[in-house]
């Protein structure tokens, strides 16, 4: 009789998880979506690989293909959990339309303030400055999973050039403050931001007469 492996087991198919680590369960996700975040944030987008995600949650690399798929989809994954948008999107849109700006910019700003979440979302930003797949990743993410569905559900036209807007606007301020750190901004009162920046992303969103462009 031949022995297929180590006590006659059979070799396990190269990318395939085994059984015992699929049935590690939604821990060893978690521990995988944790240690991607570390070493996106760490490491950046074109350093960081599969394998290194998989040595830093100990698990094998197929369990990581397993729950994630892509490097792409791990990163989506990574920007995803940082937002939460199943949890904030309906907190945003189930107040009162004249307050939709304020509680956008106050979420928006509430999540970078956050140090558990900051470090994530600078690694985040730098990687879609300088790497196309993240940037992909990251509009796709902030414009058709955030900005378009709280647009779209408002009685409004154009609700995607409207969405990108209120994105560039955002993104533009997380780039100053957080990013790069321009003063004044990098060290103002993020009630003085929200203040100021929320009649903005409330006109962007929520005013249905928008005046016709002028010829130039």
Known sequence: MTSDGPEGRAPRRRGRPSRAEKSTGPDARSRILAAARAEFAGRGYDKTSIRGIAKEAGVDAALVHHYFGTKDEMFAA??????????????????????????LARYFIGVWENPATRAPLVAILRS?????AAAKVLRG????????????????????????L??????????????IQAEPLASADPEKIIAMVAPTLQRYLTEKDVPEARPL
Do not use: Q
């Not at 920007?79 to 339309?97: D, K």
């Not at 879609?128 to 196309?132: G, I, P, R, Y």
């Not at 414009?143 to 050039?161: G, H």
């Open 128 to 132: 879609a400055l300088t790497h196309e």
């Open 166 to 179: 209120a994105a560039s606007h955002m993104i533009g301020i997380a780039i100053l403050r957080y990013v």
């Open 78 to 103: 990574a920007v995803e959990v940082s937002f939460e948008p199943a949890l904030v999107i309906p907190e945003i849109l189930g107040g009162p339309a004249e307050d939709m700006g304020e509680r």
């Open 141 to 164: 993410f902030v414009l058709r999973r955030l900005l378009e569905r709280i647009a779209a559900d408002l009685d409004v036209p154009d609700p995607t050039f409207r969405a990108e």
